[in-house]
């Protein structure tokens, strides 16, 4: 008989156990959720819905002010890949990708590298090559229209002075990628460059002390130490400089407007005339999706091929 | 081998405090030589001036008779294991190890050969294609002693090697690092906050405090005939018993601390008048069980430490608190008065304005070291 009691009473002890960890369990979700809910309904209303919204609208005709009207299925993507001037700006956008992130990285990297120098006065140059990040893409490119300027810019002035012919940085298809880019990579530097000068300033000096005392020359420290070391924030600047370089878009607006015929027309930009100029939101759309899976895939690619050679400490 | 001798070595910071003060200072060839003190002494500045990552701003530092001041750091033909131990996380065991022969292009049969002498000498054999991150810190610090090993440098630096490890695994690596360096007969120079590593390794100490040489000596000297105050209390563990005594107005006793009373007559202590204040100092040793016959003072007790092998008793005399080391265990309650016997030639006698010794313990020569 008192078997039989005990037995129940643990019985009924373990019941109760396990019906308090569930409350706590379903207590600290709502807890969690709660803590969660401010940034769920920032996210759902500024990204989610916004996304899931333009996939609906890629698959539809728009009229002026963006209701959709007729299903099309897949017919605005067919449309825009057999558009020889989606596929020209999708060719610019590569280009600009290549001519921008690499260009950047070096010369942040080089700025990096000699600002990280134990001198006097080092605070002030790090300042000035860090400084481009607080300028804003408009006052950038102003900046730039100006020096681009075929008559009165700085830059023709100088190749004047050397006897070279002017040359129509923004105006020649031959150049305007290309100045589109220097003014991109100029307004990259001050962002790259001060999160590798963070990383270079995070490698523990005692590692250059002791190739010091081992006899390691200038180069070889930095080959062997400063390089790999480096390998993890020189993997997210390139990442986050080619997600930046996909969605330029300020400084084309200002300096070209996407000419010359169509030169620096990049998706972004592209996206932009074909919602708000031409009113087309379907086609806008499917570029969007078109770039979002691009910058998707470029960055899975990255993580893929980069993560192998990237050491973390 | 290589001989040091810093004459006047200085160093400041900005041209103001001095961080370093005159250090003059001979290191023998072969010796194993320990700068022992407590954090911000200037030791490890001490030692990064002599490797040359950190510049010399007066005296004169000469390695083997050549003054090499204005030498950079690989040319002074030197050895440095940091505190963190300075290995290269992205590279392999093996890498480390060889890094500095590759960067001085020693031909690749040459750094083969030294490798595996190495790292069989520091039992790495099994672990040269693992990183550092997948080591033990016992391991890391053997692959810092192995790239010290193939750099066959005839000096050796050493910031505090043992400073992150696990006090079990810090015994034994000093037993390493000592059989090494009669192994390979370099001349190490080894800095350390911790006296017991200083007393256990060194051939000779150097103890520094606020950037001032307190004692060169032996250890046994150092903790025998103490200089002075700082260096009584610094080196020993539990550290050395001290408190402010006078002579009675008869001359024929010393009051401790105002509460203890030691039959001593004035004249034990050459030149008593000469130093107004003193402060005596006794060993935690020499704090003796008094049997019936010979106990003078009776203590209370206010804390007890059993040992095992021995018993450590705290007391309260004055406003300090003096520990007894008695061997064997003792079976004593917090509270408790036990007898005590203090003997006179015991006690180390301390100028208290200048803290300079006056006069060591009369019984430690010739007593305590014993030659076998």
């Known amino acids: 008989m008192s078997m039989t009691n005990t037995a129940q009473i643990i019985e009924t002890g373990l019941i109760d156990l396990e019906q308090v960890k569930k409350k706590q369990r379903i207590k600290s979700f709502f807890k969690g959720m709660a803590f969660l809910l401010p940034s769920i309904i920032l996210f759902s209303v500024f990204l989610f819905y916004p996304m899931f919204r333009t996939i609906y609208l890629s698959f539809f005709l728009t009229k002026a002010n963006g209701d959709p009207t007729v299903f099309v299925g897949l017919e605005n993507y067919i449309n825009i890949f057999s558009s020889p001037i989606f596929l020209r700006s999708m060719k610019s956008t590569f280009l600009f990708v290549l001519y921008t992130v690499p260009a950047s990285v070096i010369v942040s990297l080089f700025l990096a590298i000699i600002a990280n120098e134990k001198l006097k006065g080092i605070g002030f140059f790090r300042t000035v090559y860090s400084s481009t990040m607080g300028v804003s893409v408009a006052a950038a490119s102003v900046f730039w229209l100006y020096l681009f300027n075929p008559s009165m810019g700085l830059l023709n002035q100088i190749l004047g002075t050397f006897g070279i012919e002017a040359i129509g940085w923004l105006t020649d298809p031959k150049w305007a990628l290309i100045s589109v880019s220097i003014t991109t990579i100029w307004m990259n530097v001050g962002f790259t460059f001060l999160i590798l000068l963070g990383g270079l300033q995070s490698i523990d000096s005692s590692l250059y002390e002791s190739a010091d005392i081992e006899g390691a020359g200038y180069l070889y420290k930095l080959r062997k130490i400063t390089i790999p070391m480096l390998s993890p924030t020189m993997f997210f600047v390139i990442t986050v400089t080619i997600i930046n370089a996909f969605q330029s878009f300020g400084q084309i607006d200002i300096l070209t407007q996407g000419g010359p015929i169509n030169e620096t027309n990049l998706i972004v930009y592209s996206l932009y005339r074909e919602a708000f100029v031409n009113y087309k939101f379907g086609s806008a759309s499917a570029q969007a999706i078109v770039l979002f899976i691009l910058i998707l895939l470029m960055t899975a690619l990255q993580f893929k091929l980069g993560e192998r050679k990237v050491h973390y400490q | ?372």
């Not at chain 2, 590593?197 to 060169?216: C, H, P, S, Y």
């Open chain 2, 1 to 372: 081998m290589s001989q040091i001798e810093l004459v006047e070595i200085s160093k400041s910071y900005d041209k103001q405090q001095d961080v370093l003060n005159e250090i003059n200072l001979i290191i023998d060839e072969g010796e194993f030589f320990v700068l022992v003190g407590p954090s911000g002494s200037g030791k490890s500045t001490l030692l990064r001036m002599i490797a040359g990552l950190e510049e010399i701003s007066g005296g004169v530092l000469k390695i083997n008779g050549k003054s090499v001041n204005h030498m950079p750091p690989k040319d002074r033909n030197l050895s440095m294991v940091f505190q963190n131990y300075a290995l290269y996380p992205h590279l392999s065991v093996k890498e480390n190890i060889i890094f500095g022969l590759k960067a001085k292009k020693v031909d690749k049969q040459e750094r083969q050969k030294r490798l595996l002498e190495a790292s069989e000498m520091m039992g790495l054999t099994e672990l040269l294609e693992r990183k550092p991150r997948e080591l033990s810190g016992g391991q890391r610090q053997r692959v810092a002693l192995a790239r010290t090993i193939v750099s066959q440098a005839p000096l050796c630096l050493m910031d505090e090697p043992l400073s992150n490890l696990d006090a079990k695994l810090r015994a034994n690596m000093r037993v390493q690092i000592r059989r090494l360096q009669k192994q390979i007969g370099m001349t190490l120079i080894y800095v350390t906050h911790d006296q017991v590593e200083a007393m256990t390794m060194g051939d000779r100490i150097m103890v520094l405090n606020d950037g001032k040489i307190q004692q060169v000596g032996k250890p046994i000297t150092l903790y025998n005939e103490p200089a002075n105050l700082f260096v009584a209390s610094f080196i020993g563990s539990p550290k050395m018993n001290m408190g402010k005594a006078r002579f009675s107005e008869n001359g024929k006793g010393l009051i401790v601390e105002e509460q203890l009373h030691i039959a001593l007559d004035s004249s034990f202590v050459k030149d008593v008048h000469k130093h107004p204040q003193l402060t005596i100092g006794i060993r935690a040793e020499h704090l003796l069980p008094g049997t019936n016959e010979n106990t003078n003072h009776f203590m209370e007790v206010v804390n007890v430490e059993q040992l095992g092998n021995e018993t450590s008793i705290a007391f309260d005399v004055g406003s300090e608190l003096w520990t007894a080391k008695w061997p064997g265990q003792w079976s004593i309650h917090v509270g408790q008065k036990v007898p005590v016997q203090i003997l006179p030639e015991n006690l180390l006698f301390f100028d208290s304005e200048t803290g300079d010794l006056i006069q060591s313990a009369l019984k430690d020569k010739g007593q305590e070291v014993l030659a076998i």
